[in-house]
C-alpha cells in the first residue's frame, strides 16, 4: 500500500521523511510551524510527512491507541521506500518524539542499504514522564548513523541533567534549547528566550545537519532493502 504524503519544500532539495509523534496528527500546528520553518528559502529543506496507520485510522473516526514503537518499524521503512520513489535519491529521516524513536530503530539498516543519510529527532522521548527508570536507550548506544536529537532542557521525556548520563553512542550531537520543553517552549521570562526563537534554531541546526550528510544525488539507494 502507497503511503499518503504531505510535501512542503522545494522540489530537488534535499529531503527530509518525518513522522509524528504519539498523540498528533502530521498536520499538527507544531509540525505545520516546524515544516513551515525547514522549508524558508534561507534553509531550503523539502519534507515528506506521513501518519502511522493508527493516526491515519483516526481521520476515518477510528480511535486507536498508539501501538507499541517497534511495531511501526515497518511502516517507517515502507514511508521511505515511497519517498525514495520519488526523489531518487537517499534520505534524511525524522520524527516527533515516538516518530523519532520509531526512525532510530530503522536508521542503521536503512543507512547500511544506501537509503538513508542522516538521522533527526525532534524531543526523544528518553524515558516515559516520571519514570526516568524505564530508559528507551539501548539501540541508541551503538547507532552508527550521523544523527541530531533536538531536545528542550526541560523535556519530561529526558531532561539534559539526564541525559548527560546516558551511554549514548559518540555520533549523536545534541542541540540543547535552554529552558524548552517537549516542544522546545521555554518560560520566557526566565530563559530570556522565545518559542519562535528556539523553533528558529532548531531550523538552523537540522537544515545545516541534513545538508551537511547529504549525498550527492547521483547516488542511487538499494531498493531491495524494501520488501
Known amino acids: 500500500m502507497t503511503t499518503d504524503l504531505l510535501w512542503t519544500g522545494p522540489d530537488g532539495a534535499p529531503t527530509l521523511v ?53 511495531t511501526l518499524m515497518g511502516e517507517y521503512r515502507a514511508a521511505v521506500a515511497d519517498v525514495i520513489a520519488v526523489t531518487g535519491t537517499p534520505v534524511a529521516i525524522d520524527g516527533k518524539s515516538m516518530g523519532g524513536r520509531v526512525a532510530s530503530m530503522v536508521a542503521d539498516e536503512l543507512q547500511s542499504a544506501g537509503s538513508v543519510d542522516a538521522l533527526v529527532v525532534l524531543g526523544y522521548p528518553f524515558h516515559p514522564p516520571g519514570s526516568p527508570e524505564k530508559l528507551r536507550t539501548a539501540h541508541l548506544e551503538a547507532l552508527s ?35 524548552g520543553e517537549h516542544e522546545l517552549k521555554p518560560r520566557t521570562k526566565i530563559s530570556g528566550f522565545t518559542h519562535a526563537q528556539h523553533l528558529a534554531t532548531t531550523a538552523d541546526a537540522v537544515a545545516g545537519f541534513v545538508r551537511e550528510n547529504a549525498r550527492p544525488s547521483s547516488s542511487k539507494p538499494d531498493s531491495s532493502t524494501f520488501g
Open 18 to 70: 518525518l513522522a509524528h509523534g504519539a498523540g498528533a496528527a502530521m498536520d499538527s500546528a507544531w509540525l505545520e510551524r516546524m515544516c513551515g520553518l525547514f522549508a524558508e528559502p534561507s534553509r531550503g529543506i523539502r519534507v515528506a510527512r506521513f501518519e502511522f496507520g493508527y493516526m491515519a485510522a483516526r481521520r476515518a473516526g477510528t480511535r486507536k491507541p498508539p501501538p507499541k514503537a517497534e
Open 145 to 179: 548513523t550521523p544523527a541530531l536529537f533536538c531536545q528542550g532542557t526541560r523535556d519530561p521525556f529526558g531532561r539534559r541533567d539526564e541525559v548527560a548520563s546516558y551511554a549514548l553512542a559518540p555520533g549523536i550531537r545534541m542541540l540543547w534549547l535552554e529552558d
